[in-house]
T-cell receptor
């Protein structure tokens, strides 16, 4: 089967940098993705890693280490609007039509 | 570009009543479609997915069912709602390993 672990809550200060970690267990790993969800809203796609290394998209970056079954989402220059829940999700070759989501990390930003 | 429509946005239903949530996708053909449920403050639970018309895979045994009568239409149904069916229901389509979600339906069963 597949499983993911990520911290349930993270608190950071406006303007700072925060890293949200995700470890996973799956056979036939295909890729790791990240989603953002504001309260009351739907999840929106942020970033995807299919290969090892860092993917950068503006203030957000995502990293993957396939050998360590580990990834992280890095948010820089934090803004109050970044307060949201962040989900990592893993897809596997064995279930190409399905991806499994982690339980989410609630990020709270303090002024 | 692809868009996904989901309605209604909010629904309050009594226990034992039927349910029908509809989702339609525009701008793509033969999409893989998904129904997820999210309990308050929790992660996303995959309920059903469909790779084509009439093809439904169920992930969690429950009193819900899904149907795909048309290529770009996905329906979630129940004959008799339970209190435990309350939650945030999300329809999604897939672009490869990614998911694109509709706005969701917040269902309260009372």
């Amino acid at each position: 089967g597949q499983s993911l672990e990520q911290p349930s809550e993270v608190t950071a200060v406006e303007g700072a940098i925060v890293q949200i970690n995700c470890t996973y267990q799956t056979s036939g790993f295909y890729g790791l993705s990240w989603y953002q969800q504001h309260d009351g809203g739907a999840p929106t796609f942020l970033s995807y890693n299919g290969l090892d290394g860092l993917e950068e998209t503006g203030r957000f970056s995502s990293f993957l280490s396939r050998s360590d079954s580990y990834g992280y989402l890095l948010l820089q220059e934090l803004q109050m609007k970044d307060s949201a829940s962040y989900f990592c999700a893993v897809s596997a070759y064995s279930s190409a039509s399905k991806i499994i989501f982690g339980s989410g990390t609630r990020l709270s930003i303090r002024p | 570009s692809q868009t996904i429509h989901q309605w209604p946005a909010t629904l309050v239903q009594p226990v034992g009543s039927p349910l029908s949530l509809e989702c339609t996708v525009e701008g793509t053909s033969n999409p893989n479609l998904y129904w997820y449920r999210q309990a308050a403050g929790r992660g996303l639970q995959l309920l059903f997915y469909s790779v084509g018309i009439g093809q439904i895979s169920s992930e969690v045994p429950q009193n819900l069912s899904a149907s795909r009568p048309q290529d770009r239409q996905f329906i979630l149904s129940s004959k008799k709602l339970l209190l435990s069916d309350s939650g945030f229901y999300l329809c999604a389509w897939s672009g490869g390993a990614l998911r694109y979600f509709g706005a969701g339906t917040r269902l309260s069963v009372l």
